[in-house]
């Protein structure tokens, strides 16, 4: 055999290897689950001995505290704005705040509401929480899809993006995103991402690091000369958003290829027959599945406001493509982790982080009672307080999780929403009661949606809550009355505060704006110009920014944006 012709055959086998290890990390996450209660005691055992001697430990009386009554007592709840001066304090450079250990660097996420935070990442942090659940998350995966799950060009993983100069924190660590960290050569672990050899995995020709939307674009457009078998997103608004910028890119794409350059320069090998070859496929109509005809597995979130519009992509997918769910997990910690093929959930992850949970139907106060993981019940939501090695101790995430079912004991929970509550008159609705009764609502009218977002307005007569709704399909005006009577009528079911509210007349009924989905597709590239990384731009339920609401609900009267594709 030519040298040439072992390489493939030597990437396969690595490949192979890599699979292996985190079908085995997933099994032997699975397998600790029996073992949950005393799990979570050692857990917190090593919280109070490692950490003992910090600021926060001193403060806290660690050294003291032997039980989860007496850390309860000891440590009041607090969201990221509580915790703010402390990480502060951790990412100017003082030592031993959080961790005896010095952070090596910054994880920063923006979540739906656009706040920006910072989480400090220790090497213990890295090695006992972070690597354990990075492996098992993708096990499943790895052991279902193994032909199109790799780290090679079968991949295309649009959270990736490694960055040539992150920013730095105030004590000089290096401060981005768990997508942009490049964990292996600092810590000397196994944490390589699916994709991460691709050909695209390294950009082929210079862009600034802000440069989000050119820097997505050669990544497709350097993919579309591969035959692709999985798509990751983590935030399935990438993998909602593809099929429309791949529709916007198409010509330039096209040209691109055919030509050898990367947005106009030279970048790559021309390919005219590639490039007529995806034409002829396309047929006027360019898609996902039309760039890569065997894919077959989309990765990526799956519950929440996902719910209501991942099972009509199939479509630009392809009929037989599968989805799996990524795990419920935020940068803070991770939440779940699937074993199993279950189409939204995993059980929690309780060889790594320590749980405690508040009912969602009320809110979080720094003394708010908790539960325990056994004590949850299925079929409800509950707010997520984490503890961990990473120096998060009673940390309120900021997000609910739905208990689905159990798995040897242990729940297994979806990503339920964001824990932001509306409430102009006591009706007290989460992000979980709207998409809960949209997607009822859909399912008996028969009306497909590709997104919403919801805002309580005052207007004329009583305080209601408008529902901007893109339907797949044009809403005749006849039918809409009967639609909005039906969200109604489902927010009331779901939500018994709502019930009540309606019930007293306090509150008006909900109304219902249809707008084309290019609505949402403007949306998504305003958040993108005002900053914001792509996998980053996260759907939102409620919408707090009144100028995006107003061009949301007005989408078709005076739309302002027109970016269609790089230039």
């Not at 100069?165 to 960290?181: E, F, I, K, N, T």
């Not at 020709?205 to 078998?229: G, S, W």
Request: net charge neutral; glycine share 8%.
């Amino acid at each position: 055999m030519r040298p040439t012709d072992t390489a493939p055959r030597v990437q396969s086998d690595q490949d192979a290897a890599w699979r292996a290890r985190l079908v085995a990390a997933k099994d032997r996450f699975a397998a600790a689950l029996p073992d949950a209660a005393a799990r979570q005691r050692r857990i917190l055992a090593e919280i109070l001995t490692d950490n003992a001697d910090t600021a926060f430990g001193r403060e806290h009386g660690f050294a003291g505290l032997r039980t989860i009554d007496d850390y309860r007592a000891a440590v009041p709840l607090r969201t990221h704005q509580e915790y703010r001066p402390w990480l502060t304090r951790s990412a100017a450079g003082e030592a031993r705040v959080l961790t005896a250990e010095a952070p090596r660097l910054f994880f920063t996420t923006s979540g739906s509401t656009g706040d920006r935070k910072r989480v400090p990442v220790t090497e213990s942090f890295v090695r006992r929480v972070y690597l354990p659940f990075f492996q098992a998350a993708m096990g499943v995966p790895a052991q279902y899809h193994p032909d199109a799950f790799g780290r090679g060009a079968v991949t295309l993983n649009l959270r990736h993006d490694r960055l040539a100069r992150p920013a730095l924190s105030d004590s000089g660590r290096p401060s981005l995103g768990p997508s942009q960290a490049d964990l292996r050569g600092g810590f000397g672990v196994d944490l390589e991402e699916p994709g991460s050899r691709a050909p695209w995995a390294e950009l082929p020709v210079a862009l600034d690091d802000q440069a989000h939307l050119d820097k997505l674009y050669v990544r497709v457009r350097t993919a579309a000369e591969h035959d692709v078998r999985s798509v990751i997103g983590h935030n399935p608004t990438m993998i909602a958003m593809l099929p429309e910028l791949i529709a916007q890119w198409w010509p330039r794409l096209v040209e691109d290829i055919r030509d050898g350059t990367c947005l106009g320069v030279p970048g790559g090998t021309p390919a005219p027959a590639r490039a007529a070859e995806l034409e002829r496929r396309a047929g006027g109509r360019p898609t996902p599945a039309a760039i890569w005809p065997h894919l077959s597995l989309l990765y990526c979130w799956t519950s929440g406001v996902a719910s209501l519009y991942l099972p009509r992509l199939k479509d630009a997918y392809g009929p037989s493509v599968t989805v799996l769910p990524t795990p419920p997990a935020a940068s803070e910690g991770p939440v779940g982790v699937p074993v199993d093929q279950h189409p939204s959930a995993g059980p929690l992850a309780v060889s790594c982080v320590l749980y405690e949970f508040v009912d969602a139907s009320r809110d979080v106060a720094p003394d708010s009672p908790t539960l325990l993981h056994d004590e949850l019940e299925e079929g409800r939501d509950y707010h997520v307080v984490l503890s961990h090695l990473g120096g998060l101790y009673r940390y309120v995430l900021g997000d609910l999780a739905h208990v689905v079912d159990h798995v040897d004991g242990v729940p297994r929970v979806e990503y339920a929403g964001r824990a932001t509550l509306s409430d102009t008159v006591g009706e007290r609705l989460r992000e979980p009661h709207v998409v809960r009764a949209l997607r009822e609502a859909s399912r008996i009218a028969g009306i497909g949606v590709t997104n919403v977002t919801c805002r309580p307005e005052n207007g004329p007569g009583r305080p209601h809550h408008t529902l901007v709704v893109a339907p797949d399909q044009p809403l005749p005006p006849t039918r809409l009355p009967a639609f909005q009577d039906l969200v109604d009528k489902e927010l009331c079911r779901v939500s018994h505060d709502y019930r009540h509210a309606r019930s007293t007349g306090t509150l008006g009924a909900a109304r219902v704006v249809p707008v084309a989905a290019s609505a949402f597709t403007e949306h998504w590239h305003h958040r993108l110009a005002a900053g914001m990384r792509p996998p980053e731009i996260k759907d939102q339920v409620f919408q707090h920014d009144p100028a995006a609401w107003a061009r949301l609900r007005d989408h078709g009267r005076h739309s302002t944006h027109t970016e269609k594709r790089p230039e």
